[in-house]
């Protein structure tokens, strides 16, 4: 199956260079001079990668990005960016990104990010029929793994695949320190292709959904220098010793 991407950058050399070479490999490239019509060219013609430059004139890549997240489109993402320092590239990861660029860079190199996203993504074990099982309940909270939504008091929430693969995997683990490493293993398999900042990134987005104040997290606490716990009654504190299974 041809790789789409939706190629999104205010530079007109880089985006005919970038387009003759994707072709030359096998993917299929449209592109966007501006990020302002990013979600309706999705929504008429979906990829399966968005290369975003980061700052353009009008709505910037970050800007965009955030739209998409809040829309709820799950879609992989990678940043590109001038900027030598680290800010764009944390933010971006914070606020949803999958990956990012600095500019200058080898085409090579998008080349080899995207199609290790992509396995990222496609490792993500989805359930292929609704799974026969009791929901969850924790805090406030209330996980359904049937329809894979979560309600918090009142209001209804569809997770993302990613969510819910990580939230299940802390479920079926309450109380047992997780290492990074294990968290890999348990999301992407032996072979998963994950680092630990991602795996940071993924808790982090988690917390945005779950906790009430995710910079003092009640329900996915740190366990300094060793992982992270699931506690599902939000009042254990993980200081106390706990197994870990690295």
Known sequence: MTTRILLVDDDPELRTLLCDYLARQGIAVSTLHDAGALQQRLDHERADVVVLDVQMPGVDGLT????????????????????????????????????YISKPFNPRELVARVEATLRRRRAVPLPTAPEQRTPFAFGCCKLDFQTRTLTIDSRTLILSATEFALLKVFINHSMRTLTRNRLIELLYGPEGERTDRGVDVQVWRLRQVL????????????????????????????????????
Do not use: C, H, K, W
């Not at 990678?78 to 914070?94: M, N, P, T, W, Y």
């Not at 997290?217 to 009042?235: A, C, H, K, N, S």
């Open 211 to 246: 906790e009430a104040n995710p910079s003092s997290p009640r329900i996915l606490q740190t366990v300094r220098g060793r992982g992270y716990v699931f506690v599902p009654d939000g009042e254990q504190p993980a200081t106390r010793q706990q197994p870990v299974y690295s």
């Open 64 to 99: 965009a990005l955030g739209r998409l997240r809040a829309a709820g489109d799950d879609i992989p993402v990678i940043l590109l960016s001038g900027r030598s320092d680290d800010v764009d590239r944390i933010v971006g990861l914070e606020m949803g990104a999958d990956d």
